[in-house]
C-alpha cells in the first residue's frame, strides 16, 4: 500500500490503479463520484493524456478532461 | 377491444441503455415527440393498448443519478416526485449493474412501485458476465424482466409485469438504504426543521425526501427553500455545516458512499465474470482519440456524411465534382434527380397549374396562392428531406457509439465557449444548413451549453450561403486566386466571429455557468439498429414541420406581401412593392458599406426568406438572368461587391432558422438578440471594410 498518490492523467497505460481522492469542486466531485469513481474504487487506465484520458470502471468506459483526470489522484496497484 | 384503464408508466434509465430501442418496441408509431415544458429537452410520450389497458409511457431524459446537477436530472426527478404515475420502469444495463442500480437507489428513495428491465442480457454474455437474476429479484424485493431490447426480447413479458403490478398481484418493495447513524440522525433534524416550517408542502415533495436532498445539499431544492424561506434556508445550512464538521467531510460524499457500498454488497456475490479479450473495435478507440489523428478521423467521418446527405438533396457538392472531372451532363441530372430538385419541380409545377386554373380570378388573389401560400408551404417542405436525412445520419452515428468518441476529441477546441464537445455536432452540421444544426443543440447537457450553440449557430456559413457567394464570386473576380481568397476569407471571418461570439456570450449570459468538463461515456461500438435511426429521423422531421414549420409559413406570407403590394395597391413588379419603397429608403443608409443601389438593398431583405433569394432577386430586379449582366447594369465594383458577401454572410439568418431558434428556446430575447447581433457585426464589418477599402483607393 506504499504506493505513491498521484494524478490518474499522469499514470501509464495499462495500469490498474484505486482512486484515493477528488480534489474538484463540489458539481464535479458528485458528477464523478456518481458515475462510480469513489475513493477505493478500482479502475483501468486504457488510454493517457494526450487528449482525453480513458478509464475503465465497473465495466463502463468513460473519457476525461485532461483537467478532470488531474484532479482525481489514484496509487497504482497493477 | 374495449379500453378498461389508462394506467402511466415513466420510463427511467442512464444514458445508452437501451432506452430510446425499449421505448420505440413499446410504442411503435404511437409516439408523440415535444418538449418538457420551458425546457430545451425532448419529451417523448407514447402508447400501447395491453390486456384491455391503454399503457401510455412517458420517457424520462436519461440521467446516471437523480442529483439535480442539470436540467435532465431536474426534469426526470421533479416528474418522480411530483407526477401522477402508476409504475416506474427503470431500465437497467445488465454489463454494467452496479452503475446503473445507483439510480434505481434514488428512484426506490421516490417511489416503490419499480420494475427494473435488465436489458443488455446479451453483452453482459459477451463481457463473460452471469448475473443470478433471481437471486437478484430476492434481492432487491422488486420483479426483474431480463430483456434484448433490439431484438424485442422480454417486451411481452414486461407488459405483463406492469399489468401485475397495476392490479397488485405483486408488491414491489426495494431495499432502504441505512445510513450511518450521524447521517440517519442529521436526516431526523432536518426532517424536523423541514415539518416545522412546512418546507414540504410549499415545495410539494415528501419531507422525509426533501431532508435527504438538504443534506446532500442539492442546488435546486436549496435554492427554492433559500427563495421560499430565508430564515429556515440559514437555519439548515448552519446545521448542515456542523453535520460536515461532525463527519470529516461533506454529507453528499459521505451519502453517496453509502449508496455504493450496498450496491457492492449487493452485486458482488451475484455476478460472476470470466476474463475475456479486448475486441478490436475496443482497440480502435486509440486511434479515434489520439490527439491529432482523432479530429481528423472525426472531421472526414462527418465530411463523408455531409458529402452524402447533401448529394441526395441537392446534388451538391457531388455536382460540382462531376462536372470538375468532366461530366456535366451526370452532374445536371443529379441536380435535377436530387430531392429539392424534385421538390422544387413539383412544387413549381403546382404553382404553374394553378396559376392556370385560377386565370379568371382577381390577380391578387393568384398571387396569393401561388407566390405567397404554395411557396410558403414549398419552404417549409423543401427543408423537410433535409432535416429527415441529417436525423438519419446523426441517429446512425450516435447509435453506433461514434459520436461519443467525437465529442471527447473535439472537446477542447470549444473549451473557452463553455461549450462540450457535444456542441461541434450542431456546429458543424451548419454548414450544410443552420436549421438542424439549432435543432441539435439539445443534445447538449447543459441548458447554457445548448442556449450558447443555438445563439451562435447562425454564424456557421451554411449551403445557401454558399450558394450566393459562388454567384457573387464567380461574376465579379475574375483569376481562380482571388476567387478562392474572396471566399476563404468569408470563411475565415465568419468562423472567428463564431468563436469570438460564443466566448463573449460564455462570458457574459452564462457567466456564472463554470466552462464545461469532459466526462463523458464512451458505449462499446456497435451496428445501428435501424428502428432507432429511423425513429429518430422521423421524429425529428415531425418536429421541425410542426413547430418551426407554421411560422416559417406564415413569415413567408408576410414577405409575399409586402413583395407584391405597394402604396397602388397590388402589384406584379416587386420595384413598386413596399418592400421596395423599403429598400430606397434605406439606400442612403446603406451607401456607407456600398450597397448603393435599392435593388441591392431588396435582395438583402429578401435573402432573409431564404438565402439564395439574393441571387433571384438581383437577376429579376435587373431583368437579365446573368448574374455578371446585372451585377454590371447595377453598377457593382469588387469592394462592393465584397462588402455586399460579408453582409450576405454573416446579417441575420434566414427566416426558418429564426424559427427553429424560437421554437427551441421558446424565448423572444434570443431571438431578438441573434438578430440584432448578427444584423449589427454584419453592417459595421462590411461598412469598416468598404469605408477602408474606399479610402486605400480600391
Ligand atoms: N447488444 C444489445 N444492444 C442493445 C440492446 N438494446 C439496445 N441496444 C443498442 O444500444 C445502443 C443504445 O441504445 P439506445 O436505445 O439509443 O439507448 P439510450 O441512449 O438509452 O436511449 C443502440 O446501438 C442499440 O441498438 C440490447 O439489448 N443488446
Given at each position: ?27 464535479l ?31 463502463a468506459?468513460l473519457?476525461?478532461?485532461?483537467g ?11 | 377491444?374495449k ?21 420505440n ?8 415527440v415535444?418538449?418538457?415544458?420551458g ?7 407514447g402508447y ?6 391503454r ?8 440521467t446516471?443519478?437523480l ?6 436530472e431536474?426534469i ?11 409504475v ?11 452503475r446503473?442500480?445507483?439510480l ?31 437471486k ?5 424485493g ?5 430483456m ?8 411481452e ?13 405483486i ?34 415533495y ?9 443534506l446532500?445539499?442539492?442546488?435546486f431544492?436549496l ?6 424561506d ?8 448552519t ?5 460536515g ?9 459521505a ?22 479479450k ?8 486509440a ?15 462527418m ?18 465534382f ?10 445536371v ?17 403546382l ?14 388573389v ?21 432535416i429527415?436525412l ?11 457509439g ?7 476529441v473535439?472537446h ?6 463553455k ?7 450542431p ?19 447543459r ?6 450553440c ?8 451554411c449551403?445557401a ?11 465579379i ?7 478562392i481568397?474572396v471566399i ?22 452564462f457567466?456564472?455557468?463554470p ?8 458505449p ?19 418536429h421541425f ?8 409559413f406564415?413569415?413567408a406570407?408576410?414577405?409575399?406581401f ?7 395597391g397590388?402589384t ?9 419603397l423599403?429598400g ?21 431583405i ?27 447594369k ?16 454573416i446579417?441575420?439568418p ?13 424565448s ?31
Amino acid at each position: 500500500m506504499g504506493a505513491p498518490v498521484i494524478p490518474l492523467a499522469a499514470v501509464p497505460p495499462g495500469r490498474e490503479v484505486i482512486a484515493v481522492a477528488i480534489r474538484a469542486g463540489r458539481g464535479l466531485t458528485l458528477r464523478l463520484m456518481e458515475m462510480g469513481i469513489l475513493p477505493g474504487t478500482r479502475m483501468r487506465v486504457l488510454k493517457p493524456p494526450p487528449g482525453p484520458v480513458v478509464i475503465e470502471v465497473r465495466g463502463a468506459r468513460l473519457a476525461l478532461g485532461w483537467g478532470v483526470a488531474q484532479k482525481i489522484l489514484v496509487q497504482v496497484v497493477a | 377491444m374495449k379500453v378498461k384503464r389508462e394506467i402511466v408508466v415513466a420510463i427511467a434509465g442512464q444514458p445508452n441503455v437501451g432506452k430510446s430501442t425499449l421505448f420505440n418496441r413499446l410504442t411503435g408509431a404511437h409516439q408523440h415527440v415535444g418538449n418538457w415544458p420551458g425546457k430545451t429537452v425532448e419529451r417523448k410520450e407514447g402508447y400501447r393498448d395491453f390486456a384491455g389497458y391503454r399503457i401510455r409511457f412517458i420517457d424520462l431524459p436519461g440521467t446516471y443519478s437523480l442529483s439535480a446537477l442539470g436540467v435532465e436530472e431536474q426534469i426526470a426527478r421533479d416528474f418522480l416526485a411530483k407526477e401522477k404515475y402508476d409504475v416506474v420502469v427503470n431500465i437497467v444495463d445488465a454489463s454494467n449493474l452496479e452503475r446503473n442500480l445507483y439510480l434505481t437507489l434514488q428512484i426506490a428513495e421516490l417511489t416503490p412501485r419499480v420494475i427494473i428491465a435488465l436489458n443488455m442480457m446479451d453483452l453482459a454474455e459477451q463481457k463473460g458476465l452471469r448475473i443470478n437474476v433471481e437471486k437478484l429479484r430476492r434481492r432487491l424485493g422488486v420483479p426483474i424482466v431480463p430483456m434484448i431490447a433490439v431484438k424485442g426480447k422480454g417486451i411481452e413479458e414486461l407488459l405483463r409485469t406492469i399489468i401485475d403490478v397495476v392490479e397488485n398481484r405483486i408488491e414491489p418493495q426495494l431495499p432502504h438504504i441505512t445510513y450511518s447513524p450521524e447521517l440517519e440522525q442529521a436526516v431526523d433534524e432536518i426532517e424536523n426543521i423541514i415539518r416545522h416550517r412546512n418546507l414540504h408542502r410549499q415545495l410539494g415533495y415528501h419531507p422525509h425526501w426533501l431532508a435527504h436532498k438538504v443534506l446532500e445539499e442539492d442546488f435546486f431544492v436549496l435554492q427554492s427553500i433559500e427563495e421560499k424561506d430565508p430564515d429556515a434556508y440559514s437555519t439548515l445550512t448552519t446545521l448542515i455545516e456542523q453535520i460536515g464538521k461532525r463527519l470529516g467531510g461533506p454529507p453528499s460524499v459521505a451519502m453517496v458512499q453509502a449508496r455504493y457500498k450496498l450496491l457492492r454488497e449487493i452485486c458482488a456475490p451475484l455476478i460472476e465474470k470470466r476474463p475475456v479479450k479486448p475486441t478490436l473495435w475496443e482497440r480502435f478507440d486509440a486511434l479515434a482519440l489520439h490527439p491529432v489523428v482523432g479530429p481528423f478521423f472525426t472531421l472526414f467521418i462527418m465530411l463523408a456524411f455531409f458529402v452524402a446527405v447533401f448529394s441526395i438533396n441537392t446534388g451538391f457538392p457531388l455536382n460540382y465534382f462531376l462536372e470538375w472531372l468532366g461530366y456535366p451532363d451526370i452532374a445536371v441530372t443529379l441536380e435535377s434527380y436530387s430531392l429539392s430538385g424534385l421538390l422544387g419541380e413539383a412544387f413549381s409545377s403546382l404553382a404553374e397549374s394553378m396559376r392556370i386554373a385560377l386565370a379568371d380570378v382577381p390577380l391578387w388573389v393568384q398571387g396569393l396562392i401561388c407566390d405567397g401560400i404554395i411557396a410558403g408551404v414549398g419552404a417549409v417542405v423543401s427543408f423537410a428531406p433535409l432535416i429527415f436525412l441529417i436525423g438519419l445520419g446523426i441517429g446512425a452515428l450516435e447509435d453506433s457509439g461514434f459520436l461519443a468518441r467525437a465529442a471527447a476529441v473535439m472537446h477542447r477546441p470549444l473549451k473557452p465557449l463553455k461549450i462540450a464537445g457535444k456542441g461541434f455536432i450542431p456546429l458543424l452540421l451548419g454548414f450544410g444548413c443552420n436549421v438542424p444544426s439549432v435543432m441539435m443543440c439539445r443534445g447538449l447537457y447543459r441548458e447554457c451549453e445548448r442556449r450558447n450553440c443555438a445563439l451562435i449557430a447562425g454564424l456557421v456559413p451554411c449551403q445557401a450561403r454558399l450558394a450566393v457567394i459562388l454567384a457573387i464570386v464567380t461574376a465579379i473576380f475574375s483569376t481562380p486566386l482571388a476567387q478562392i481568397a474572396v471566399i476563404t476569407s468569408l470563411y475565415v471571418v465568419a468562423l472567428l466571429l463564431l468563436w469570438v461570439i460564443g466566448v463573449l456570450f460564455a462570458h457574459t449570459l452564462f457567466r456564472r455557468e463554470p466552462s464545461a468538463q469532459l466526462v463523458i461515456e464512451l458505449p462499446p461500438y456497435r451496428a445501428p439498429f435501424v428502428g432507432n435511426v429511423l425513429m429518430y429521423g422521423w421524429n425529428l422531421t415531425k418536429h421541425f414541420l410542426k413547430k418551426a414549420g407554421t411560422i416559417i409559413f406564415l413569415l413567408a406570407i408576410l414577405m409575399w406581401f409586402s413583395l407584391s403590394y405597394g402604396p397602388a395597391g397590388f402589384t406584379e413588379d416587386p420595384s413598386l412593392s413596399y418592400a421596395a419603397l423599403l429598400g430606397h429608403a434605406l439606400t442612403p443608409f446603406t451607401r456607407v458599406f456600398g450597397a448603393s443601389h435599392w435593388v441591392l438593398v431588396l435582395a438583402l431583405i429578401t435573402g432573409f426568406i431564404a438565402k439564395e433569394a439574393v441571387i433571384e432577386t438581383v437577376a429579376l430586379a435587373a431583368g437579365t438572368p446573368s448574374i455578371s449582366e446585372a451585377l454590371g447594369k447595377l453598377g457593382v465594383t469588387p469592394l462592393q461587391a465584397y462588402s455586399l458577401l460579408l453582409v450576405v454572410t454573416i446579417y441575420i439568418p434566414c427566416l426558418a432558422t429564426i424559427a427553429t431558434i424560437w421554437s427551441e428556446t421558446r424565448s423572444w430575447r434570443y431571438v431578438l438578440l441573434t438578430i440584432l447581433y448578427m444584423t449589427g457585426i454584419a453592417l459595421l464589418l462590411a461598412t469598416l471594410v468598404y469605408q477602408l477599402g474606399a479610402w486605400l483607393g480600391f
